[in-house]
């Protein structure tokens, strides 16, 4: 197949022909299965074990650039949507462990990313929080559309002592369409 406009060299493309999802990678185009559920993609931003014992202020664990425009608002009738995941832990001394993520950028926690593991069981196991869907766009707070974005996650332990902690194992961004 012909290279879809809008494709990027050491990126990719997800677009529609006849009604049917391919992700376009500049060299082969990847027919998508999954309606429903819709396919999805992890933009990973923790891969692996990441720990703080700080409860006076949030920690970088980990950033990357996130650019929205490689992947389309719209595909057909599929609109795209952004949530935000990670997997927290703490030691048993500290009363739970908060994420966020944060735009460097513009210098602001993105909007509804601000979670804990206080909804755990047991917070002494590893527990997944995800966001709602986030806003994208070009105001405070938002996932950027303008420009390419850059964000770290921020990791903080609630309570405890020196002898405890909080851990991420992973953080994600997830692209999905509707």
Known sequence: MANPSGAVSGGGVLHSNAGQLYWWTGTTDYKLSGSPPAPYFEIVLVAGQQTTKINTFPV?????SFDTTQFPATIGTLNRYVKFIATLQNTAGATKTTVSLYDVRNAVTVTGTSMDNSGSVSMV?????TSGVLTLGTASGNIRTDSAGMYEVQLQMVGGTSSDASTCSNARLIVYYV
């Open 60 to 64: 970088m664990i980990g950033a990357r």
């Open 125 to 129: 196991l590893p527990y997944d929080v």
